[in-house]
């Protein structure tokens, strides 16, 4: 009858630590297990059945196993903060003084590039509710400030009626952590957004309570997040738009195109609402990659 190694006796421990203590749910406690039991597997292919035979080194050797078994760089990063967590766990119970992951870097993880539309494509959008039925009136409304601000989702469904200014010709948008910021507005999107106001707003309010919101759900009731989603979809079937569509979709396409157009970097950032202007720089990666496949295309060289 096998018994436990020492090591496979801390991980125990460790689990018992995150149910009992941390309060962990089943979902991270199976991926914990999973995550140390295939690093202590990989120690014990390596005979190391101690802690303080574990180095650095050894640790680089596991995360070059999994990079060879084929996991991506997210799984890699994901399964050192398991080994991280581990023998921090470790340390803090002095099991042991010697933290062997404290020198060890994470796999960089390459930044996802944000889906963005076209012009073409954003103006069939904008197109799509052609109506003048309450829906078509908002969704109109509610696509054409989203293109013209760069707001998330959340801030347009939170947007009330004071939030505008008409004659000066911008919004007050509230973002993370009730940030405030003043973006400016085209005449088209305020167009849209007053002739939602006049004849679609009055006819969705079926509310018996005030809704201080200013785009509406079929109930008189704001808006949420799903409820845009549905409504983006739907427009963007309409317009014929086979692209992947997502709730920043045109957020997403606001920054890049005014990039596109030699809009500055660090106005971007403040109509986009970002607290660090690295989070904004990712959109230039966006635009050099589209200069880089039109140089390819139609350079004789390229």
Request: glycine share 6%.
């Amino acid at each position: 009858m096998s018994t436990a190694s020492p090591l496979e006796l801390y991980l125990d421990q460790f689990l018992h630590y995150l149910t009992v203590e941390k309060g962990s749910s089943k979902h991270t406690l199976e991926a914990y297990s999973r995550d140390l039991g295939r690093y202590l597997a990989h120690l014990a292919v390596n005979d190391i059945t101690r802690l303080a035979e574990i180095r650095p080194a050894m640790i680089l050797l596991y995360l070059a196993s999994l990079k060879e078994a084929g996991l991506s760089a997210r799984s890699r990063a994901r399964a050192l903060v398991a080994v991280r967590s581990f023998h921090k766990f470790l340390c803090s119970d002095g099991v042991t003084l010697e933290n062997p992951t404290l020198q060890v870097s994470a796999p960089r993880i390459a930044a996802a590039l944000p889906h963005s539309l076209s012009l073409s494509e954003v103006e069939a959008l904008l197109r799509a509710p052609g109506g003048d039925d309450s829906y078509s009136l908002r969704d109109r409304a509610m696509l054409e400030v989203l293109y013209a601000t760069g707001l998330r989702v959340s801030e347009l469904i939170a947007l009330r009626v004071e939030d505008f200014r008409f004659d000066a010709g911008y919004l007050i948008a509230f973002g993370k952590r009730r940030k405030e910021r003043v973006i400016p507005l085209n005449d088209t999107a305020l167009a849209a957004v007053a002739e939602y106001r006049k004849y679609g707003r009055t006819r969705l309010d079926r509310s018996d309570k005030i809704v201080p919101f200013l785009f509406l759900n079929r109930d008189g009731g704001g808006l949420t997040r799903q409820g845009f989603w549905k409504i983006i979809r739907r427009r963007a079937l309409e317009a014929g738009i086979s692209k992947k569509i997502t709730p920043h979709t045109l957020r997403h396409s606001f920054a890049t195109h005014l990039l596109e157009n030699g809009a500055d970097l660090r106005a971007v950032q403040a109509m986009l609402g970002h607290a660090d202007i690295a989070t904004t720089q990712i959109y230039t990666h966006v635009t050099r990659d589209g200069l880089r496949k039109i140089h390819q295309k139609y350079h004789p060289r390229g």
